[in-house]
């Protein structure tokens, strides 16, 4: 029997999740099957006995049980904890541990791009969910952050545990000089609202780099003008490639990745 994975949240209609996963099973052989489980939050409880009892070889988990589910797991990754959120769950050794790969997903644009982030000034633009792995992430790289909010000080309370991060308005980012990077990380922009964006045409050229969380339109009119910009496909399917990878105790290398990459964008776009 094929051994299942699911990908578990409140609206999952649109998800791109199973196509990439089973691309991996195809591609390695593996004997896996990923679907889709729409979970109201009284039932997550149901979810974690199917993997302690292996009905469930592993989860993904999204929008909005990420922190939900933390209360259920026996170990937590470091990744995860810092950031206080998991998307990935195993059950091994008798042991339900969780970790966050969306931070793998977004280090993977960081290496595309050869983008030098240390001691540089980066711009995490919206205090929700995505920032805080990709702020976990740019911490590690060594970067001068910036989280950039429009409610500082409700964002102060939410982010109080990244001791070293500058919480910002978007006026006060208009006057910090030598920007390196700058991240969007809200909604704006996402299909089908595409004519919003953060940040003005002008303004793109005070920047090294720009990246884009969303990948649905391929290219968002936040990333239009950026010399060097990625959009969020490779994050998504990054996060998938290391959940794979902790799932099947395995790696994937950057050749195979860049290939599921290609071939999941060609999918996409085309
Ligand atoms: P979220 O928690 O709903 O929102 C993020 C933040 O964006 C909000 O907390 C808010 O922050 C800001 N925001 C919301 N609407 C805005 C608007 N109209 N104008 C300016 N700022 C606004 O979303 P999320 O889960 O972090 O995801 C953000 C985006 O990243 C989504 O489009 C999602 O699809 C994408 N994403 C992609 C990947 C990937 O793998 N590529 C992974 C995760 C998320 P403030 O109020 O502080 O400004």
Redesign the pocket.
Known sequence: MKNKYALIGDKLGHSYSPIIHNMIFEKFQIDGEYSLLEVRCNNLAEVVKKLREEELSGINIT?PYKTNILEYLDEISEEAKEIGAVNTVIYRDGKLIGHNT?YY??KMIISKLKLEVKNKKNFI?????????VIKCLEDLGGENY?????VE??KINFKDFKGLNIIS?KERESISEKNLIV???????YP?IE?S?LDVEEKKEYRAGI?????PQKTRFLDGFKVGE?????????AIKAEEIWQDREISVDDTQEIYEKIKELMYI
């Open positions: 929008i969306d997903g977004f633009c919206g205090a929700g969910g995505s920032a805080r792995a989280l950039v909010t429009r409610d409700k964002a978007y969007n990380c809200t909604p704006c922009g996402m609202n919003c953060i884009d969380l969303i990948y649905n959009n969020g496909l490779l994050m998504l399917v990054g996060q």
